[in-house]
């Protein structure tokens, strides 16, 4: 019998019951793999539900740093990820030595990580945060005291404003989120009077510029259940329509347009996954994400810190 001759969404649930696993997935992942999942939500959520779970396999529908993540805040669980080649071009941005070489040229600064980072990130961190909490993480640091962040550059010139802290800021970004054109999100809103533009921190400060609501995947979607009925340009992940759509179908979704004629509004890295290589994952207990203890022990303090101020 072939992968896909067998009742995939079946197998998964059985698998699930039979290994003691949760499946936590981000609100990017593929449609299919949302509907399967035991818990959904943006990076901070999943941390957080990766930390209390008592399962005995946390399988991540996710990115590589959000399973590593995982297992940091719970390194006595196996955590699975279905395809380990499912990077992010942020943590791509910045190896742990150029921020410690950074680091090192900026004694007494707090270095402030987003949560999309590797582990090795991690450990040369202060504290971490996700989109969802980065105000109140950057709010926590002395108004004394200087502040690197990293990886991404167009998050940390929004907090810069948000916070009226100046920051030393690496120069990473999310390929996904720099895709969003100016120029015909302009045109798109001329198109369609009273749209309201739904845009993630991490797009830049020009198609932010446009946007009436800033916050987290979860944020966003919070803000389209409070108000269901409304139009919406989205100017994040396209998968996160998927949720929107089914909390509010009486809502007009359109997703912001990138620059070319592409579907690169949708992450190449979280597109990796798929049903087929779940369901795999799950029968084969593999590819499994491993961290040295040393690492973990170090990783997990800047991490601990941020679900302690959450
Ligand atoms: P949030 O999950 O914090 O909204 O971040 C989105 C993202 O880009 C995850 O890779
Ligand atoms: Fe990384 Fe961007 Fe993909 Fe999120 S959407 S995993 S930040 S590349």
Redesign the pocket.
Known sequence: MTVTQIDLFAEIAELKRKRNAILLA???QDPDIQDVADCL????A?AQQAAATDAKVIVFA??H??AETAKLVNPSKTVLLPDLKAG?S?ADSCPASGLAALKAQHPGHAVVSY??CSAEVKAISDLIC???NAVKMINSIPRDQGIIFAPDKNLGRWLEQQTGRDMILWQGS?I??ETFSERKLIALKAEHPGAIVLA?P?CEAPVLAHAEVI??????LNHVIKHPTGKYIVA??AGILHQMAKAAPQATLIPAPPEGACACNE?PY?RLNTLEKLYLCLRDMKPEITLDPGLIARARLPLDRMLALS
């Not at 916050?215 to 966003?220: D, E, I, P, Y």
């Open positions: 981000h609100y990017y939500g943006d990076s901070l999943l996710g990115v740093f959000m992010c942020l949560i999309n996700t989109s969802s999310c996904v989120h993630h991490e916050g987290s995947t979860q944020a966003l994040t992940e992450c979280m």
